[in-house]
C-alpha cells in the first residue's frame, strides 16, 4: 500500500510541473493577451508601457535573405532605384533553418525589419533587449546602430561570431520606431533570431536585465560554493566518492549556467573566441551529466545497474572527445541526437531515484524531490529545443531545486553517519576506558609476580642455588634483564594509563633544576655500570623552574634514560638557556642518531626510530610519548634535532620561576600529620637552627626548603630529640667535622650544590652504616633510585610526602639500632675485659716466682699490681660508656709494672701525665695501645726500647699519646693484632666522638698513636 501511494503521489506531482511548464507558455511563444507581429508591423498604440511593463516584439518581421541591409537602404530619400526586395514575412523568434526559403541551411546572412507603432505621448527613453541571435548581428532602431554583437558578413571569412544578451536605450520622439537587424551564421547548425527581442522603458529593461544576470549569478555562486564544499569534505574523507562526484556535477552546472542565459561569462571575458565559448557550453553539460551519473551510481549501489554506467559513460566519452576533436559547425548538428541521449541520462537518474523513493529507502523524500526537478528540466529542455520555447529560468530553477534536494539528502546520510559514530565513539569510549582499567589493574597485578621473577633469578645468579655454569649464568640474567624490562613497561603502562585519564594533578613550585640533574645523573652512573659514557651538566645554581619537581625529575629521566641506551659510548650532556620567560633545557648525546623522518613520530606512543633500532635496543615507545605530555601539561614543547650517527638533542622549554611564585617560610605549612614533598621554594636560611631536646639522641636534619626543616624540627622536638637543622650538604659535613656526636643524619635527596647522594658516600668515608645512620627523604621511588640510593650507603628511605608517624617510627628503629650496637660493642669490651689471657698470666707467674727467691717483697708488690689488674679486667658487669682516665691509667701502669718485672732493662717506661686531667674516656682504649706497643713493639727488638705514655689537656679536650721505638709498621698493614685492637678502639671513638686515632708509623723507627677526648659530649 505505500508504494502505491507513493507512486501515485510521484505521478501526480509529475503531471502537476508539467502543467505549470506548459501552461507557462503557449505555441509558438505568445498568448492572448500579447500583442503580435503582423506583416513586419506591430501595433503597440493600445500597449500601456507603464502598467503592462515590456512587450516581446513577437510575430511576422520582414526577411530579406542574402542582404545585409542599413537604414538608408529603406529611406526613400536617399533610394537611387527600387527599394529593398522583401523575401518573406517570417515568424520571429524562430530557426531561421526552419523558413522555406532558408532550404533547410542553417548558414547564411539576412536582414530582419520590423515597424512598431506606439501610441501618442511616448515620447521617451526605451530600452531593447536581444536575448540570442546567432551568431553575429548589427542592430539599428530609427536609422541609428545602438548595438551589435560580432561583425556579420556575406561570408565565413568576413563573419565575426560573439553571440551575448545585451540592452541597449533610444528615444522615441514620433509615433514609431523601426528596428533592422542585420544576421550572419556560419559557425552552428542554427541561426536567426531564435529567441525573443523584448522593448520597454528604460527602467524596465535595466531592471528585467540586472535581474535576469543577478539570477545567474547567484545560481552560478550558489553551484559553486556548494560544488567546492563537497570537494573540501571528499577531500577531508577521500572514501566518500559521492561527494566527490556531486561537487564536480555542481562544478559543471555552475560553468553550464554561466554560458547560458545571459551568458554572465562574456560580462567578465567579453573577448572570449566563439568557439571556445561553444565548446565550454557543450562539454560542461556533457561533464554534468557524467558526473550526474556517477553520483547517483555511489549513491544507489543497489539501483544502479552497472551495464548502465558503463553504457552511458562510453557514449559521454564518445560525446566529449567529439566535442573536442570537431568544430561548432560540425558538432552542432548533432544537437537532436545528444538532446536525446542526455534525456536518456536524466532520465535513467529519474528512474534510479523515484524506485529509491517508492521503497523509502533512506532520504526518500529527497530523492522525489531531485527526481522531480529532473523531470521539470527535462519537459523545460524539450520546450526549448523541439518548440522553440524560452523557459531557460524554469531550467536554472530545476536544477537548484534538485541540487538543494541532494544536499540535504547528502546531509541527513552525513548526519546520520555521524550519528552513528557518536554512538560507536561512546561505546569506543566506554570499552576504552574499561581497557584501561583492565591495564591499570593488570599492570599493578604483574608488578609482584614481576619482582619475584627478577629477584629469584638474580638470587640464582649470586649463588643461592649453588655455582651455576657459565651458560646457566648467562640464560637466568637473560630471564633477570627481559623481567626488568617488562616491569619497566609496566610502570610506563601506568603512568601513559594516568595521563590519557587525566589522573596527573601538577604540584607546581619553584625548583633548581641543578640539584635534580645531579640526582637523576648520579642514579644513571649507577645503572651504566662500565659502560663508557660520562654525564655532563652545563647549569648553574640561578636556573629554577616552576613545575612539579617529580614530573620535571621524571621528564629528565625518561629524556636521559633513553639518550643512555642509544648511546653505547661518549657523552650526555645537560644545557639550559633563557627564552622569552622559559628555560630551555637540553639533553644532548652523542650515540646512533635518529633518522630525519621520525623526528616527529618518535613522541607518539609505542613508537620508536626504527624496527632495528627496536629490535636491538629494545624499549616500550612509551617514555618520550610520556614525556612530551608532562611538558606539554606544563605549557611547554618539546623537539628533537638528530643527524644520523652524530647523536640527537631533545629539547623543551619550562616556565622560569619568577619571585611571585615563592611563599615567605611558613606559608602553606602542612598539617601536623603529614610532611608534603611539594612546599614552595622560601629563600634558605644561612643560619643553622638547633634544638636541644630532653633525650640523648642528636639528629642532623639537612633540607634546602626552609619549610620543610620547619616541619622537621617540630615533629622531632615534639619527641624530645636534641636537632640540629641545616641548609645543605656541605653544612651537614661542618657539623660533622665539629666534632660534636651526631646519632642519625635525616637527609633531602636533591640539594643544592651537594646531593643527598654525594653527601651519604662522604659520610660513609667516616662512618660506618651502625655508627652514623643515614635516613634518605626522596619523592623518587623508583627501584633504580633505591638501588642508587642503598649503593651510595644510606640505611633507610621514606617517599615524600612523608607521614608523621611513620617517620618517627623510622628514626626510632635507626637509633634503637644504633643503640642496639653499641650495647653490643660494651658487651664484647666487658667480655674482652673478662678474658683471662693464658699467656699473660702464666708469664707473670713464672716471673713472680722467679723473683720470690730473691726478692719476696718484690714478688708480692707484682701479687698486688697482678691483682688490681685482674679487678680492673674481670668485670663481667662493666658496661659504663666512659671512666674516669685515672682508673684507665692504673690499669695502664698495673699492666707495665708486671711487664717491667718481666722484660727487665729491655722496657723503659716515661709517663707525662697532666696533674689536673679528669676528662671521662671510654673504657680500655690506652691500654690495648700500651700493649700493642710493648708487645708487637720494643720487645721485639733485642734490644728493647721505651713506651712514652702522654695526656695533656687542651682547650677542647685532652689529647692521649702513646709512643714507642720499636719496629714499626708499613701502611700496608692495617692495624697491630693483640687484646681488643685497634680497630675495636678505632670505631668505639668515632661512634662517641666523630674522631679516631692517628696512626703514624715508620718501619725500624716506632709508631705513635694519638687520640683526642672532647671535655664534654655534646
Known sequence: MRKNAAAALTTICILFIIFLAFGSVSPGGADANRPEAVKGIMDLTGWDFAADGIVRLDGEWEYYRNQLLTPDDFDPARQDGDPPKMTTYVHVPEKWDLYPEQEGSPNGYATFRLRVKLGEGNARTFGIRPTNIKTAHTLYVNGQEIGKRGKPGANSPETVSVNAPYVRFFTVNGSSAEIIVQVANYRYADGGITHPVFLGYQDDIEFSRETAVSIDLIAVSGFLLIGAYFLVLYRMRRRERAWLYFGLCCMAVSVYVATHGEKIVTIFFPDMYYELTIKIQTLSGAFAELFLLLYTRRSFPNLFKKIAIQGFGIILAVRIMFTLLTPATVYSQAEILVFALSLADILYVVYVMAAGAARRMEGAGYMLIGALSLLTLDVVSILDVVLTVSVYSIQVAAWISFALAQVLFLSKRFIQAFSAVEQLSKRLHSLDR????????????????????????????????????????????????????????????LDFSKLKNGEIHLKRRSVALRPVVRVIFEMFRHLSGDKPVRFIELLNDRQFVFMDEDRLAQILNNLIGNALKFTAAGEITVSAREENGWLAISVADTGIGIPPGKLEVIFEAFEQAGGAVAREYGGTGLGLSIARRLVELHGGVIWAESEPGKGAVFTFTAPLAREADDRPAGAGMPGANVLPVTVDRVPAAADTVRLEGGKAFTILVADDDAANRKVLLNLLSVEKYSVIAVADGKEVLLQLDSGRRIDLVVLDLMMPGLSGYEVCREIRSRHSLSELPVLLLTARSRPEDIMAAFDAGVNDFLSKPVEAGELKARIRTLLEMKRSVSEL???????????????????????????????????????AELGQYLRNSFDFQNREQLVPIRKELELVESYLTIEQARFGPRLHVVYDIEEQIGVPIPP???????????????????????????????????????????????????????????????????????????????????????????????
Open 924 to 1018: 680500655l682504649v690506652i691500654q690495648p695501645i700500651v700493649e700493642n706497643a710493648v708487645r708487637h713493639g720494643v720487645t721485639k727488638r733485642p734490644e728493647g726500647g721505651t713506651v712514652r705514655i702522654a695526656a695533656k689537656s687542651g682547650q677542647d679536650g685532652i689529647v692521649v699519646a702513646v709512643e714507642d721505638n720499636g719496629l714499626g709498621f708499613s701502611a700496608e698493614t692495617k692495624a697491630r693484632t693483640g687484646g681488643v685492637g685497634l680497630a675495636n678502639i678505632e670505631r668505639r671513638l668515632r661512634t662517641l666522638y666523630g674522631t679516631g686515632l692517628e696512626v703514624d708509623s715508620t718501619p725500624g723507627q716506632g709508631t705513635k698513636v694519638t687520640f683526642r677526648i672532647p671535655n664534654s659530649v655534646k
Open 434 to 493: 574499561l581497557k584501561d582499567e583492565f591495564l591499570a589493574n593488570t599492570s599493578h597485578e604483574m608488578k609482584t609476580p614481576l619482582h619475584g621473577i627478577i629477584n629469584i633469578a638474580q638470587s640464582l645468579i649470586e649463588g643461592a642455588a649453588g655455582k651455576l655454569t657459565p651458560q646457566q649464568e648467562e640464560n637466568v640474567a637473560m630471564i633477570a634483564s627481559t623481567g626488568k624490562r617488562m616491569s619497566n613497561l609496566v610502570g610506563d603502562l
Open 825 to 863: 660493642i660494651n658487651a664484647e669490651m666487658a667480655f674482652l675485659q673478662a678474658q683471662i689471657k693464658p699467656h699473660f698470666l702464666f708469664n707473670t707467674l713464672n716471673t713472680v716466682i722467679s723473683i720470690s727467691h730473691t726478692d719476696v717483697g718484690k714478688a708480692q708488690d707484682l701479687l
